[in-house]
Nanobody, 129 residues
Framework: QVQLVESGGGSVQAGGSLRLSCAAS????????MGWFRQPPGKEREFVAA????????YNADSVKGRFTISRDNARNMVVLQMNSLEAEDTAVYYC??????????????????????WGRGTQVTVSS
C-alpha cells in the first residue's frame, strides 16, 4: 500500500520556522516529481512548492519565494519543506503529493493538483501573529 505521511507541523509565532517532512512507503518515488500544497482555513487548496525527481529543479509559489525551500532525499524516499519567516497567512493544512508519470525529464516538476497521483493526509501549520 502506497502511503505519504507528513510530519513536522505545529504552532509557531510569526517570524519562526518549521520543517515539514513527507515519508513515502509502499514504493519508491525516486523517479517521481513531488510537491507540497496547502489549504488555508475556508479556502481552496493551493500550490506551495515542487521538485523534480532529480532534486535539481525546484519551483515555489510567489507567496513563499525566498522563505520556503523544498528538497528531497531519494535514498530515504523523503521530501522536505523548510519554512522560514513564517507569516499568519501561512496557516493551513499542508499536503505532500507525488506523481507517477512513466517518463519524466530530469527537470520536470508540476504545480497543479491534477498532475499528482498520491497524496498524504496533511499536517496542520498554525502561525500566530
Amino acid at each position: 500500500q502506497v502511503q505519504l505521511v507528513e510530519s513536522g507541523g505545529g504552532s509557531v509565532q510569526a517570524g519562526g520556522s518549521l520543517r515539514l517532512s513527507c515519508a513515502a512507503s509502499g514504493r519508491t518515488f525516486s523517479r517521481s516529481a513531488m510537491g507540497w500544497f496547502r489549504q488555508p482555513p475556508g479556502k481552496e487548496r493551493e500550490f506551495v512548492a515542487a521538485i523534480s525527481w532529480s532534486g535539481g529543479t525546484t519551483y515555489n509559489a510567489d507567496s513563499v519565494k525566498g522563505r520556503f525551500t523544498i528538497s528531497r532525499d531519494n535514498a530515504r524516499n523523503m521530501v522536505v519543506l523548510q519554512m522560514n519567516s513564517l507569516e499568519a497567512e501561512d496557516t493551513a493544512v499542508y499536503y505532500c503529493a507525488a506523481e507517477d508519470s512513466p517518463k519524466n525529464r530530469v527537470s520536470t516538476y508540476y504545480s497543479t493538483e491534477d498532475k499528482y497521483n498520491y497524496w498524504g493526509r496533511g499536517t496542520q501549520v498554525t502561525v500566530s501573529s
